[in-house]
């Protein structure tokens, strides 16, 4: 199972449901994210970094992104870089940073980029998803936790 969040306009029309964490697809997960980063769909520096580090590992956590400028509310892998503290590649093939951080250090955050204008999106937390703008009119949205079966 896993959690989200839900986001509601009290104006227009606008309803939508965000995944947030791993729920129980994390190893699948992040297989994924791995293949798109040597794909090199999330930059060059992400690619070529897990090119030279054998202990090169990814934060694949969903979490939600607002962009200030254009007010697009979009889910995402947190993308964060990091690596082993020995170099050593990481062990059971995936690596979960909410859980153990242990034998990892962190190396790089991932810049987001807005799907809609390409400016810098911020992540969203507990608090900040109380008192997002609704991207269609602008209207402060009601948030309220979404329980999502894997
Ligand atoms: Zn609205
Ligand atoms: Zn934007």
Request: some cysteine.
């Amino acid at each position: 199972m896993g959690s989200g969040i839900e986001l509601k306009c009290p104006k227009c029309s606008f309803h939508k449901e965000y995944y947030l964490g791993s729920g129980m697809l994390l190893p699948e997960t992040y297989a994924e994210v791995v293949s798109k980063i040597k794909d090199c769909e999330y930059g060059s520096e992400w690619r070529d970094y897990f090119k030279t580090h054998a202990g090169a590992a990814v934060d694949v956590d969903k979490e939600v992104y607002h962009c200030p400028l254009c007010n697009a509310i979009v889910e995402d892998f947190n993308l964060d870089l990091y690596n082993t503290i020995n170099g050593a590649p990481i062990i059971d093939n995936y690596f979960d940073p909410g859980i153990d951080h242990r034998g990892y250090k962190f190396v790089k955050h991932y810049a987001h980029l807005c799907p809609i204008c390409d400016g810098p999106m911020e992540k969203t937390n507990k608090d900040s998803q109380k008192s997002l703008p609704c991207p269609r009119c602008g209207t402060t949205l009601i948030c309220s936790p979404s329980f999502i079966w894997d």
